[in-house]
């Protein structure tokens, strides 16, 4: 390296940090980094001066007590940096800093040459006997002014001399282990006589490992700052892009509303444009009927008036008897009404409400979790629950009050199923949840808007299973006949039409008979009111409704002039009867009393009679022998979709009759040819079948399925 680069290079190295010029006097803080004394105490004086008792290394920020000597002074010094400033003093003519140090004590002569051997710097006149001196002839000497690059290497790794008064001449050698101290050779006589000493080489040997450890310590460390630096740098960038992900997410919702609330409005506006048209058609129209009648009385007027002017005799005898009718014919002309155009009002029953916010959290949806979601065995209408955690970016638990959780779980039907979140306010949010139906339910969790890892999943629901579990039959005289069954709510009574002996025979929800009441006629179907008096459909004789206690005493006759022939009936739970009618084909809905004819429907394309009607949820399911399946209705009676078509697989009829609706919310149809039990879902899916003979079925408050065989006159109970 040229000596003038070397010399740029060394000057760059000893200046002061804080005013940028080679240190003077430098003192090394704590942190490692030196400064001038002056620029240090001029730093701590302006610290002062604001009230602080600290001030900051204006290279690395680690902060420091101001001395109560307002002074750095007992900082140690750098040895380095001085060792530097000597050697640039070389390069600096005007700079006298190196005497001679084989002249007399008290000459102040400028050293011109260096010898490596004697380590002295010489003045011109030294530097000409040292030359002459056999013994110091061969040293190795260099002149100030034509210094090289090694020249100036080796200066400044020359060895240290001594600071003791008379042992300025001899080098530091060695350590003293006890003072923690350099020595010279005099210095090991004179006052560390008795001390531990060691070479000063083998002792910098020993600390430049310690050094060197504690040095490989810090550049581990330093891997481990860059590490969580990119870390964190990465961080700030996964951040970055969340928020403008999050704020493109924001603006692409409102412009979406924006295009919405455009699009509304160009359909209001053509709403009031076809309301606009529509009434000025209407205006103009009477307008027009009221100009054509003017213009017929203007006309007749003139034609008058004309006559009457020229008031010849003639003339007004000959056109008398047609004035006069013309006259009377438009007089008593109906006058058309003014039309009055109906009021228009714009009404904002709900305005736009953004149920938007944002939200700061520490919580990370990536690492939240759910927990007991797949361990639970999940039945129908049994409560049960899973608990959601939150954790944060480190996979730990955390809580953040701005967290919203959402949970989502769908029927198989696509219903949203009814939660409860509770927040224990630890990160830990119990879902609590009971299925209606069985099947498979779709559970969606999310957190803040992003789904949970694995989120949605599929949680199977086992559905309620029944078994048999006992079976009677009818008592009495003959094996009778089962026409019909229903259960009182109230009582748990059972009712049984027995249509062949002309009664219905009563049991416990035992199965034990109580009573029977006698008809005149034959019972073809019954029902139990909500107060527990009982319905019974008399067809064939006056289509009649009878109404008994449950006891079996008759209260009165409902003749119902809205019957045709009707065939089964049912009693919706806001108590309005509904009666199939075979001979109109139409289901027909009754006020409570009967007196009333409140709806009336029929199925489209459908020219077989409905056999059994019930309501639910603003449904109404009918079952059809024909085309053998179960037709569902809105509750207006609008035909919306079948349930099952004709044949022998799942889901399949041949002869469907009674139906019901169990606490589950599963359709239960009496699939009789096929003999068996099918039960659906309210959509309409398949679920599963019991193996038994039903005609007609009921279901007891309990839960319990009542179950009819008509032919075998038995009736068996399902829990």
Known sequence: MDVQQLFKNLKKEAECPLCIETVKNPKTLPCLHSFCLECLDRHANFARRQLKATIKCPVCQTSFQIPETDTFENLPSSFHLNRLVDVLALEDGSVQSQRCNSCDENNTVTATCYCFVCQDFLCASCFEAHQRLKATRGHRN?????????????????????????????????????????????????????????????????????????????????????????????????????????????????????????????????????????????????????????????????????????????????????????????????????????????????????????????????????????????????????????????????????????????????????????????????????????????????????????????????????????????????????CDIDVSQKTGTIAVADGLNQRIKLFSSEGKFRSEIKIDGTPWSVAFTDSGDLLTLVPRSDNELRLFSEEGHFIKHINDKHLDYPFYLSIASDGHIIITEKGDKKINVLSPDGNDLLQSFSAPDCDKPPFIAIYHQDKFFVSYLFPNCVKVFDKTGVYLHDIGCKGSNDGQFNGPRGLVIDKYNRVIVCDSGNHRLELFTLGGKFLSKIGIRPFHVAINSGGSLIVADAENSRISVCH
């Open 142 to 482: 260099v002149l100030m002014d034509k210094l090289q690059a090694q020249d100036v290497q080796d200066l400044i790794h020359r060895p240290v001399m001594c600071s003791q008064q008379y042992h300025e001449d001899q080098p530091l050698e060695f350590y003293c282990e006890d003072c923690k101290v350099l020595i010279c050779h005099k210095c090991t006589v004179v006052s560390h006589d008795r001390h531990s000493k060691t070479d000063t080489q083998k002792a910098a040997q020993e600390q430049k490992m310690q050094i060197a450890d504690a040095v490989a310590k810090v550049k581990a460390e330093i891997v481990r700052y860059e590490s969580e630096i990119k870390k964190q740098t990465d961080l700030r960038n996964k951040n970055k892009v969340e928020i403008l992900n999050e704020e493109k997410k924001m603006t692409d919702t409102v412009e979406k509303l924006i295009r919405d609330l455009r699009e509304h409005e160009r359909k209001m506006k053509d709403k009031f444009r076809e309301i606009y048209e529509a009434e000025q058609k209407h205006h103009a129209t009477r307008v027009e009927n009221f100009e054509l009648v003017s213009t017929q009385l203007k006309s007749c007027l003139e034609r008058c008036q004309s006559i009457l002017e020229r008031n010849f005799s003639v003339e007004i005898l000959q056109t008398n008897h047609a004035i006069l009718g013309r006259c009377n014919e438009l007089l008593n002309v109906r006058k058309p009404d003014l039309y009055m155009s109906p009021h228009v009002h714009y009404l904002v029953e709900k305005k736009l409400d953004l149920m938007d916010r944002v939200v700061v959290t520490k919580t990370d949806p990536s690492k939240c979790l759910a927990e007991g979601q797949d361990s639970k065995e999940v039945k129908e209408r049994k409560e049960t629950y899973f608990v959601i955690v939150t954790k944060d970016s480190e996979g730990f638990q955390c809580y953040q009050q701005d967290d919203k959780i959402k949970v989502n779980i769908l029927t198989p039907e696509g219903d949203q199923l009814k939660t409860d979140i509770k927040d224990t306010e630890d990160g830990k949010y119990t879902v609590t949840y009971t299925p209606q139906c069985g099947g498979q339910h779709r559970v969606e969790i999310l957190v803040n808007g992003q789904p949970l890892t694995g989120s949605p999943w599929i949680v199977q629901v086992d559905q309620h299973q029944y078994q048999f579990a006992f079976q009677f039959g009818l008592e009495g005289k003959g094996r009778g006949h089962i």
